[in-house]
């Protein structure tokens, strides 16, 4: 077979007529191609992506890990002490700087690695014609001359040639800039025409808006028109979350302080006239105390880890600011129909002109059941009920799958809605493939969101233009004669009905002559319908997300039903799954067109549900809600909820059902469409920010208990409590061993019970300040107690001192396990909980040991070994820090039974 990529100039495929396309890329549009042929195109043109980026070289991310104002001091502070002939602690300083950029290379490396895996999750699908069958494949898979099938929402993976459409419109803004969707047609247009006009080509990188179409892929990879404009195939850096804007600032703020304090502390070394190289070498320690370095490093990881955790229990993160934003999440706005349902439709009512009601047997895909009418068996062949099935099945885009191997159950392959109707055919005896072979479909009208209406048209032997039509109900009656109206209401009547029993109603219609033209739409439709009859179909409530709304209510969080249902359906559901109380009500579309922007400000608290909306509507929902200062997460799977998806606080694509388009403009795509997913991304969320706070509650307060102690020995005449290496020590390896750890905490098993995190919550608050000063005031007294009474007591200074810069290392140990929560006591939570915390913890014992015992750091760090007796006379001491704040947390405690 001829090349795709080598018979033809690239841009002149658009000139080529369909047929001569698919001979040129020697395939059958209704068999695609065979596995020989594919696994012979891959093997000549290679998989279907752009080059990925070369990954960054180790030695680039090691050298990376210098570019900081911290390390700069360091430097600084390791010439300081070559200059001044103390090359020990100069060696330290390296040692120190080169410890922290390993360190750093190698958290850096597995969140990258991490996000990288996350991505692979997210990869683009797409769905194709391969030996007649219709498939979905990863967009890598596909070769030139595979047929690609294309609906609304989908997105483009190659660069195709179409041979079929059914108004077809195409948003191409991402290649050519145009702003509104381009329509697209078969016909073949000069081999001069430019990009943007090419309108019987599809590109990799758009997408549809509107329409169907199978189309012949004629360039894959970097031979597509994306692939020729590298600037458009670069990835962009994202850019930095909110949180981390604030974290910057926050040490911006604290090496302001920093600065400061080296200030002061020089002015009072020699106001005490010590000797200026001891000082500057103390000032330069503090002054890097102050500088929380572990914060950046503790970001990445909790960021990583959070997201590996989301993905885990099926929340894959496309945007990292919505880890952070998912803790603050006041609001969720969902989908019903599989987000807070099974996504398993059954047809299970019918109703037909005349008020007659029939009942269909039968739960899920599988088609065995019969028709009943008052306990007697219906005759499918009876012409009302056989119009009414044959329309459902014919005027319908979905296939039924029969049981295989990897599936033992039916299935279905499109849209549940209409799978459930090809269900309810079977059951009533109906022959799908003879239907389809006897009806062949000539023209459509594809499924709109905003008309709530399909049509089709078919050629029967008895109409040889009959226009089949199904919608939502007060939609499909629209297009009634004038003259049915008594059969309007009695339907509307019977909707009604239906919709307070939890069923979702469709309308079936037909016009028995009609052209359907290209360009044609609804409107030329009304008044000439004739109505068949109403399908109930019933989706039940998921188990699960009735707890999950409980435990969205017990945290703060409010849940809003967005449907395109009946309202008398979302809201009987919604009362069912605990969403809808008391006066809580419905609202459906028309009613919110008619509602001015202060009327609903004020009746959003009681709107429980929101019914038969458009998609324009549902970003108007979003802005409501957020101009009443909540945080919103919003659902959404098809092309046109994108704008609301994207204006949301945290968009949630579905996994299963949901449009590329959809998961492209989501924050967060969940692979199993349900609800509790949501729920538990949120607390996740929580957990995240929880242990960041709990990090930054730790570095505050070991920096703090450094510096007093310092000041307090300058101001009381006392030598200096600690050498500079033995503060950088503390700072750099006692606390790093830690504070990367301590963002892998589990959740504590109250983030459902607390409140949303407020948007502007500060990093340091109140309470936080409280156990600042709390944990810091007992070590400082401690520490410069023991300082200042073994001084007393006539020992040595190089004794004394490395006894301070021991105690001050076990503070830290109790400390760590202090921030670990806020009123749990640190005794019942344990350090297995997290066997990394452990980890560090214990590496933080051996290497403080090891400084202690090993004659080589002996040297270098100024220290002595100590007697057993005396390091467990420390720790006891150190501990203090541990029962003071467990004596905190038992009065928190006391106080919470307390109010309740």
């Not at 179409?213 to 850019?239: C, D, Q």
Request: net charge neutral.
């Amino acid at each position: 077979m001829p090349s795709p990529h080598t018979d033809l100039p690239h841009t002149d495929w658009h000139a080529l007529e369909a047929a001569q396309a698919l001979v040129r890329c020697g395939v059958d549009p209704r068999q695609g191609l065979d596995a020989a042929a594919v696994q012979r195109r891959r093997a000549e043109h290679g998989d279907n992506a752009l080059p990925e980026p070369p990954p960054k070289p180790l030695w680039r991310t090691f050298a990376r890990q210098f570019k900081s104002p911290l390390i700069y001091i360091l430097f600084v502070a390791a010439v300081l002490a070559v200059a001044l002939d103390h090359h020990g602690d100069a060696a330290v300083i390296l040692a120190v700087v080169l410890v922290n950029a390993l360190i750093g290379s190698f958290q850096e490396g597995r969140a990258e690695r991490s996000m990288a895996a996350l991505r692979r999750l997210a990869t683009l699908r797409v769905r194709v014609l391969r030996e007649g069958q219709e498939q979905v494949l990863e967009a890598h898979e596909l070769v030139p001359g595979d047929i690609m099938l294309l609906a609304a929402g989908d997105a483009v993976a190659a660069d195709a040639r179409l041979v079929e459409a059914a108004q077809l419109q195409m948003a191409e803004a991402a290649l050519t800039g145009e702003s509104v969707p381009v329509g697209k047609s078969v016909v073949a247009v000069a081999a001069l025409t430019g990009l943007a006009d090419r309108h019987n080509m599809v590109y990799s990188g758009t997408h549809a808006t509107a329409g169907r179409a199978r189309a012949v892929v004629v360039a894959t990879g970097v031979h597509t028109e994306v692939g020729r404009i590298a600037g458009l195939t670069e990835r962009a850096e994202e850019p930095k979350t909110p949180l981390e804007q604030r974290l910057e600032q926050f040490g911006r703020m604290l090496v302001g302080a920093a600065l400061g304090l080296f200030v002061l502390v020089v002015v009072l070394g020699l106001w005490r006239a010590l000797p200026l190289a001891e000082v500057l070498m103390v000032a330069i320690s503090q002054m890097v105390s102050m500088v929380p370095e572990g914060l950046p490093v503790a970001m990445t990881i909790a960021l990583a880890v959070g997201m590996q955790r989301m993905a885990e229990r099926g929340a894959i993160i496309r945007r990292l600011s919505a880890v952070e934003t998912l803790g603050s999440t006041t609001v969720i706005c969902s989908d019903k129909t599989g987000t807070l349902t099974r996504n398993e439709m059954t047809a299970i009512a019918l109703w037909l002109p005349g008020g007659r009601s029939i009942a269909v047997e039968g739960i899920g895909y599988t088609p065995v059941g019969a028709l009943r009418e008052n306990d007697r068996a219906v005759d499918a062949a009876e012409p009302a009920v056989r119009a009414l099935l044959t329309t459902a099945a014919l005027c319908n885009d979905a296939e039924l799958l029969p049981p295989e191997e990897e599936r033992g159950a039916w299935g279905v392959l499109g849209d549940p809605t209409e799978g459930a109707l090809l269900v309810l055919a079977r059951k009533a005896g109906l022959d799908l493939a003879a239907l389809r072979l006897a009806a062949p479909r000539e023209a459509e009208l594809p499924f709109d969101s905003d008309t709530q209406l399909m049509a089709t048209r078919h050629r029967l032997a008895e109409a040889p233009r009959r226009v089949l039509i199904k919608g939502a109900p007060e939609a499909v009656l629209r297009l009634c004669a004038p003259a049915d109206v008594a059969l309007v209401h009695a339907a509307r009547a019977a909707s009604e009905a239906m919709a307070t029993q939890a069923l979702r109603v469709l309308a079936c219609a037909v016009v028995d002559d009609d052209v359907l033209d290209p360009g044609a739409d609804f409107e030329g439709l009304v008044g000439r319908a004739r109505l068949l009859g109403l399908i109930g179909q019933i989706d039940p409530p998921r188990e699960e997300v009735k707890v999950a709304v409980a435990a969205c209510r017990a945290a703060g969080i409010r849940t809003v039903m967005v449907t395109g249902d009946h309202k008398l359906t979302g809201l009987a559901i919604a009362r069912a799954l605990g969403i809808a109380r008391g006066e809580d009500r419905a609202v459906d579309g028309p009613e919110l067109e008619r509602m001015g922007e202060r009327d609903l400000h004020e009746e959003l608290p009681q709107i429980a549900v929101f019914a038969r909306v458009q998609p324009a509507q549902k970003l108007r929902i979003v802005e409501a809600l957020q101009a009443r200062g909540e945080t919103v997460a919003m659902t959404g799977d098809g092309v046109n909820d994108a704008p609301a998806l994207a204006r949301a606080d945290v968009g949630v694509a579905m996994g299963i059902t949901g449009t590329e388009v959809a998961k492209s403009a989501a924050k967060i795509v969940i692979t199993d469409d349900n609800f509790a997913t949501i729920v538990g991304a949120v607390e996740q969320g929580r957990v995240v920010y929880a242990n960041l706070k709990k990090v930054i509650l730790y570095l505050f307060a070991t920096s703090i208990d450094e510096v007093v102690l310092l000041l307090l020995a300058l101001l009381a005449g006392y030598p200096l409590p600690l050498a500079a290496v033995q503060i950088l020590w503390i700072n750099i390896v006692t606390e790093g061993t830690l504070t990367v750890n301590l963002v892998m905490d589990p959740p504590d098993g109250d983030e459902m019970r607390r409140a949303p995190v407020p948007r502007n919550d500060p990093l340091v608050d109140r309470g936080m300040l409280v156990r600042v000063l709390l944990m810091s005031g007992v070590a400082v007294a401690v520490c410069f107690g023991w300082f200042a009474w073994r001084l007393s007591q006539g020992v040595p200074e190089a004794l004394v001192r490395t006894e301070t810069f021991t105690a001050l290392a076990m503070c830290q140990w109790f400390n760590v396990m202090n921030c670990q929560s806020a009123s749990a006591s640190a005794l019942r939570l344990g350090l297995l909980r997290n066997r990394w915390l452990l980890g560090g913890l214990l590496l933080s014992v051996l290497l403080q040991l090891a400084v202690l015992y090993a004659p080589p750091m002996n040297t270098l760090f100024h220290t002595a070994p100590l007697p057993l007796a005396t390091l467990l006379t420390l720790l006891a001491l150190a501990s203090a820090v541990l029962w003071t704040e467990e004596l905190r947390k038992l009065v928190v405690r006391a106080r919470r039974r307390a109010r309740t």
